[in-house]
C-alpha cells in the first residue's frame, strides 16, 4: 500500500507543476521575444545545415573534375595531344571550384605540365599559387612544389633563387626526401662554386642515401670536392 500524503504535501503545489506554469507564464508574457529567439534558433540550424549540404556538394563537384583531369594526365603520358585538355580541365576546376582542396592541388598539376612542356614562367606562377594556398603539408606535396620551384630556376641559371627554393623545401615535410633535397642543394652550392658548402651537402645526403648507385654517385662528389 502506498503511503499517505499529508495535508500540507496535498496543498503544496507539485515541483514539475510549478516550474511549467512558470515557463508558460513567462511564454505568455514574453511571447514576442519567445517566438523570436526560437525562429532565431531554428533559422541557424537550417541555415547551418544548408551550408553543409552546399559545401559537401562543392567539395564533391570538385573531387569528380579532378578525377576526371586526372585521368586525362594519365593519358597524355602517351598521347601528347591529351596535353592541352588536361590543361583545361584544371583549368576550369580552379576557375569554378578555386576554394576547394581539389582546386589547390590542380595549381601544382598544372605547374608540372608547364614544367615538361619548358614553359618555366608559366609553371613558376602555378607552383606559387599552390604553396601560397598551402598551411598544412601532410603528405610533402608542398616539398614537392616549393623543389620544383628550385627546378625552374635551376633552368634559369638564377642559382640563388634555386638555392632559396631548395632550402625552404628542407625545412618542409620532406620525410623520405631528404636525400633528394641535400642532393639539390649540394648541386647549386657547387654551381655558386662553394665547394666548402656543397661538401657539407653531399655528405648529409650520403648519410639518407640507401641507393647503391646513388651512394656511389655521391662518393664521386666527396672525393672531387674534398
Not at 112 to 123: F, K, P, R, V
Not at 172 to 200: C, H, P, V
Request: glycine share 4%.
Amino acid at each position: 500500500m502506498s503511503a499517505k500524503l499529508s495535508k500540507k504535501q496535498l496543498k503544496g503545489p507539485d515541483i514539475f507543476q510549478s516550474s511549467f506554469e512558470k515557463i508558460t507564464d513567462y511564454i505568455s508574457e514574453n511571447t514576442v521575444r519567445f517566438f523570436a529567439i526560437a525562429t532565431t534558433v531554428i533559422l541557424t540550424v537550417v541555415i547551418a545545415f544548408g551550408i553543409y549540404l552546399y559545401w559537401s556538394n562543392y567539395q564533391t563537384t570538385a573531387a569528380q573534375i579532378y578525377a576526371k583531369a586526372q585521368a586525362s594526365v594519365i593519358r597524355s603520358e602517351v598521347d601528347p595531344e591529351a596535353v592541352p585538355e588536361s590543361m583545361k580541365i584544371f583549368q576550369e576546376l580552379i576557375d569554378k571550384y578555386p576554394h576547394s582542396w581539389s582546386a589547390r592541388m590542380a595549381y601544382y598539376h598544372l605547374g608540372n605540365i608547364y614544367y615538361n612542356s619548358g614553359d618555366l614562367d608559366n609553371a613558376i606562377n602555378s607552383y606559387k599559387k599552390f604553396v601560397s594556398s598551402t598551411k598544412s603539408d601532410d603528405a610533402g606535396i608542398k616539398f614537392l612544389a616549393l623543389t620544383s620551384l628550385g627546378y625552374c630556376f635551376e633552368a634559369k641559371k638564377d642559382f640563388k633563387s634555386a638555392l632559396n627554393y631548395f632550402e625552404e623545401a628542407q625545412k618542409s615535410n620532406n620525410t623520405g626526401f631528404e636525400a633528394i633535397g641535400y642532393r639539390n642543394i649540394a648541386r647549386i652550392y657547387e654551381e655558386l662554386n662553394d665547394k666548402k658548402k656543397a661538401l657539407e651537402n653531399y655528405q648529409n645526403a650520403l648519410v639518407k642515401t640507401a641507393d647503391p648507385s646513388m651512394v656511389l654517385f655521391i662518393k664521386r662528389k666527396i672525393s672531387s670536392l674534398s
